[in-house]
């Protein structure tokens, strides 16, 4: 049975009829009971639990940096699934049942700073050498901004981030990676975060890498 709170315009919890009530951060909502469905495996359904699974499969192995970097986009959403609605809407390309991740696409941090400049990067001696022009005093870029990495392994569902890298003005960043990601593809990105932490810029997408 549910409770009505203060007034029938309150807030309320549980079930009310054919209504559920309940909060989330403060937030008072209300949804309907789901209907039942007589083919639960339409082909619209099953192609969207197809790109959900796929962006799952991107962005869990980040889930902690993400929780930090997409907290300005969160609004009345975690940080990640503001960073999963944005990869499905953005990133998804091809046709069911052969849908595939455009890495290019995706947004790892996402913000408004004054994102990275001429990057590139390397690997060699298990280690990948991230590279960018200091573009200080451009835009909101300033020399005290930190490198936010991100070193996704697809294959292996693995990831390694930091977010507290070097400065802007250092213009490069040295990741070491595990021994057994030898002869894996992967994916780096790489974004900035104010010193203040309160600005970060939108990723950029520094290519694929085959790992020595």
């Known amino acids: 049975?549910?409770?009505?709170?203060?007034?029938?315009?309150?807030?309320?919890?549980?079930?009310?009829?054919?209504?559920?009530?309940?909060?989330?951060?403060?937030?008072?909502?209300?949804?309907?009971?789901?209907?039942?469905?007589?083919n639960p495996r339409t082909l619209g359904q099953v192609s969207q639990r197809s790109k959900f699974a796929l962006t799952l499969n991107l962005l869990k192995p980040m889930t902690a940096f993400l929780r930090t970097d997409w907290k300005l986009y969160a609004h009345r959403q975690s940080p990640f699934n503001a960073a999963t609605s944005y990869t499905l809407a953005n990133a998804i390309t091809g046709a069911y049942p052969?849908?595939?991740?455009?890495?290019?696409?995706?947004?790892?941090?996402?913000?408004?700073?004054?994102?990275?400049?001429?990057?590139?990067?390397?690997?060699?001696?298990?280690?990948?050498?991230?590279?960018?022009?200091?573009?200080?005093?451009?835009?909101?870029?300033?020399?005290?901004?930190?490198?936010?990495?991100?070193?996704?392994?697809?294959?292996?569902?693995?990831?390694?981030?930091?977010?507290?890298?070097?400065?802007?003005?250092?213009?490069?960043?040295?990741?070491?990676?595990?021994?057994?990601?030898?002869?894996?593809s992967v994916e780096i990105y790489l974004g900035f975060v104010s010193e203040d932490g309160k600005e970060v810029s939108n990723s950029v997408h520094l290519g694929t890498l085959n790992m020595a």
Not at 22 to 35: A, E, F
Not at 106 to 124: E, F, K, Q
Not at 159 to 182: K, L
């Open 98 to 184: 052969d849908y595939s991740i455009d890495a290019s696409k995706v947004l790892v941090p996402r913000g408004s700073l004054t994102p990275a400049a001429n990057t590139n990067a390397t690997s060699a001696g298990g280690n990948i050498d991230i590279m960018w022009d200091d573009n200080s005093g451009v835009g909101s870029a300033k020399p005290t901004d930190r490198a936010l990495v991100a070193v996704l392994n697809p294959a292996k569902a693995e990831a390694i981030t930091t977010t507290e890298g070097t400065e802007r003005m250092t213009g490069t960043q040295t990741v070491p990676v595990p021994a057994d990601w030898s002869g894996d």
């Open 1 to 38: 049975m549910g409770t009505i709170k203060k007034c029938i315009l309150g807030g309320f919890s549980g079930k009310v009829g054919t209504v559920v009530g309940g909060s989330w951060k403060g937030i008072s909502y209300m949804r309907s009971l789901p209907q039942s469905v007589k």
